[in-house]
Structure formats: structure tokens, C-alpha cells
């Protein structure tokens, strides 16, 4: 098993994408995001990963957890991903080696150009929702084969405290 995070900015009615240049997924948008390293907790890595990916600086402590979706490709690989939002940021979204970044409204998300899942979720996250999902893939990781996600009660804490 493999932890990851994928994190959304939002900022005036639009959200922060980015198409992804190398690494699992290439080609499409998706959220910044990657690896958790050893040693790391998913807020500082999702955080690490922005600044690294896109240029842009966010504190841990500035994301909120909104999700965690399990993603499985065929029986062999499987990939946690804890899914974050955030508000609060600052510096411009500039390319890297990694990723070319852009603003999209939230009226005008680019589904067809995302990983087949993002559709199911990123609409809870959007609303401020927390969710918890599995999605099935096959091992050519192209086709979504089946799905399940659940809608969680909103924590206190407003998802701000661990991981
Ligand atoms: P590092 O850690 O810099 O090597 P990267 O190469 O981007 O990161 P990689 O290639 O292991 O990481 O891919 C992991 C990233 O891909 C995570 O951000 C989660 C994301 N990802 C994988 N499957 C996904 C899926 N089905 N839907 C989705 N994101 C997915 O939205």
C-alpha cells in the first residue's frame, strides 16, 4: 500500500488544477499531490507537494481534510490518498518539471480530462463535504470498473486537526 495526498485551492469561484507532466496519471489535471515521504503526515506532505508541484505556498495547518479515497488498479496495486482543501495560500501558480498549473471556474471543471473518480468526489469536496471512497480500476489504470462512496458527518474539529 502507498499513502498519497491530492490537494484543491480554491480562491474567488475558481479552482486550482494542474496537468500533470510525469508520474502516475500524466496528461491529466488533477490536484497538486503525491507521495507521503517517510516521516511525514499527510497535511505536511500535501503542503510540500504544492509548493514543490506549483510553486505555491500553503501551510499544513491551512488545510482542511476533506476525504480519503482508495484507489485500486487491478488486484496488485492499491494507493490511499488523503484529499485536502484549502483557502489560504500565497504566490502565483507558476509551471514546474512536475506540472503545468491553471485556474478553472467551478462551473467549468475539466471531468473528461480528470481521473474517471474525480467526478463522484470532487463535487462533495467542493460542497464542503466530507466523504470516503474505493474505486476500482483496471490494471491498465484507464477504466473506472466499480465504485463506492460515503458521505461522513462533518468532524468539530472542521477536519483542521490530525492527520
Ligand atoms: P511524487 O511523490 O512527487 O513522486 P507523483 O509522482 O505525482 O509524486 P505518483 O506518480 O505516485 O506521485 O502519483 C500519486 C498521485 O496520483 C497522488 O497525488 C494521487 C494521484 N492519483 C492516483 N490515482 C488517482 C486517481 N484514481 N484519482 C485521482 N488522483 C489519483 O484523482
Not at 507558476?94 to 480528470?114: C, G, K, N
Request: charged content about 30%.
Amino acid at each position: 500500500m502507498r499513502l498519497a495526498t491530492l490537494c484543491f485551492l480554491t480562491r474567488r469561484g475558481r479552482i486550482l488544477l494542474m496537468r500533470k507532466k510525469c508520474g502516475i496519471g500524466a496528461g491529466k489535471y488533477t490536484g497538486p499531490g503525491g507521495k507521503i515521504e517517510p516521516g511525514e503526515s499527510p497535511r505536511g506532505a500535501a503542503a510540500r507537494e504544492v509548493l514543490e508541484e506549483v510553486c505555491v505556498k500553503v501551510l499544513p495547518e491551512d488545510l482542511e481534510l476533506m476525504g480519503v479515497c482508495k484507489f485500486h488498479f487491478g488486484r496488485k496495486h492499491f494507493m490511499e490518498v488523503f484529499v485536502f482543501k484549502g483557502t489560504k495560500f500565497s504566490g502565483k501558480p507558476s509551471e514546474t518539471e512536475e506540472a503545468d498549473p491553471r485556474w478553472f471556474p467551478l462551473r467549468d471543471i475539466p471531468y473528461t480530462e480528470m481521473w474517471e473518480d474525480g467526478r463522484y468526489w470532487l463535487p462533495l469536496l467542493l460542497a464542503g463535504k466530507r466523504f470516503g471512497g474505493t474505486f476500482k480500476f483496471d490494471p491498465s489504470r484507464e477504466r473506472l470498473v466499480s465504485h463506492r462512496l460515503r458521505i461522513l458527518p462533518s468532524s468539530p474539529s472542521g477536519g483542521r486537526r490530525n492527520p
